[in-house]
């Protein structure tokens, strides 16, 4: 039996081979800034791919799938994965789940667990084989590194049949918000945009990214959609998540399922989101979080 493991990003490949090793044989398809070297130790034959775009991720899986006939193919549940993984599940016709942890590899089948409706709730599933997986965040062990190093093929990136016309970088942002350990996050409790500085200047403490709820992105404008979190949004995983003037609406607390622990500040004490969080801080953020950030400055200095 063999298994492709698909990611860009060490720890995500080291999750998906645990996953991948019950299959049997394993090789690992790294693209973008992965660096194939590290990944080698793992024991696995590494191919590295130096773009990292959906279609010349599809091309060159597509290949390897065609030359391998892997049982399963796995890999995180981002979103251009989602897209260049869907497009091989469906023109070989094989099952896709999203989000699965728990995996267990039968004889011609594979059973696991699954978040739906944005990991709100939980189903357990068995799928036939081959079939491609696509790991939630954080949910699978990290696979060990092995004695010796694999080989390293190096491919070429194949022309798909989407050209890419032109690149260009985004004019704000840049936000990687679903990878960011600590998040400050900003809510309809700020009255302008020019007040968000009070969470920015949080998160710069504590080397943090910003986020938001949806209305500070999609209507007002006030920062770009990288930092929108929710269902609609992006899901996020962080370590720490501090919810500031967020009333915790269902679909924003959808995007923070996976988070580990969230904090949240609220002048009102029934807002919804002191239900669904660690640490509740009832108080107007206008007086609480300077305050917060000036004592974190003090401590971090010491
Ligand atoms: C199909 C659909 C998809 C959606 N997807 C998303 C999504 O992905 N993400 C998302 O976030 N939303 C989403 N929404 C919108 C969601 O329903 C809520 O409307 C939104 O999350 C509310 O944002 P908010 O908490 O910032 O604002 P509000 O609900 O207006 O809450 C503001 C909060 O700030 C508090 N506050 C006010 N002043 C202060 C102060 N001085 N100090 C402290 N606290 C203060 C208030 O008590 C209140 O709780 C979606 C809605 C739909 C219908």
Redesign the pocket.
């Known amino acids: 039996m063999t298994a492709i493991v698909v990611g860009e990003k060490e720890d995500d490949i080291a999750e998906a081979l645990t996953v991948a090793r019950q299959a049997g044989d394993v090789a690992v398809l790294a693209f973008g800034d992965s660096s194939p070297q590290a990944l080698a130790e793992y024991g696995h034959k590494v191919y590295h791919l130096t773009a990292s775009d959906p279609e010349s991720v599809f091309t060159a899986l597509r290949k390897l799938y065609d030359d391998l006939k892997p049982l399963l193919v796995v890999a995180p549940t981002t979103k251009n994965l989602k897209d260049a993984l869907s497009r091989l599940a469906g023109i070989y016709d094989i099952p896709m789940a999203t989000e699965v942890y728990d995996v267990k590899v039968g004889q011609g089948s594979v059973s696991y667990r699954r978040g739906f409706l944005s990991g709100r709730a939980i189903e357990s599933d068995e799928a036939p084989m081959p079939a491609v997986l696509l790991l939630a965040a954080h949910k699978n062990p990290k696979a060990s590194k092995a004695g010796q190093k694999a080989e390293v093929v190096e491919l070429q990136t194949a022309q798909g049949r989407v050209k890419s016309v032109e690149r260009m970088p985004k004019q704000k942002g840049g936000t990687n918000i679903e990878a960011a350990e600590i998040i400050v996050s ?6 302008s945009k020019e007040d968000l500085k009070l969470a920015f200047d949080l998160a710069d403490v504590l080397g943090a990214q910003i986020g ?5 992105a ?1 209507d007002l404008k006030w920062l770009s959609e990288d930092h ?6 992006h899901k996020v995983a962080p370590k720490l998540y501090i ?10 607390l ?2 923070i399922t996976d988070a580990k622990l969230v904090v949240a ?4 004490k029934s ?3 002191f239900k669904n969080c660690d640490y509740g801080v009832v ?4 007086q ?1 979080v300077p305050l917060l950030t000036k004592r974190l400055k003090e401590r971090l200095k010491r």
């Open positions: 900003a809510g309809r409790g700020f009255r938001c709820s949806r209305p500070i999609a929108w979190v929710g269902l609609s949004g919810a500031i003037g967020i009333s915790g609406a269902p679909q924003h959808a995007g500040i609220n002048n009102d807002a919804p989101i108080a107007d953020l206008y609480f």
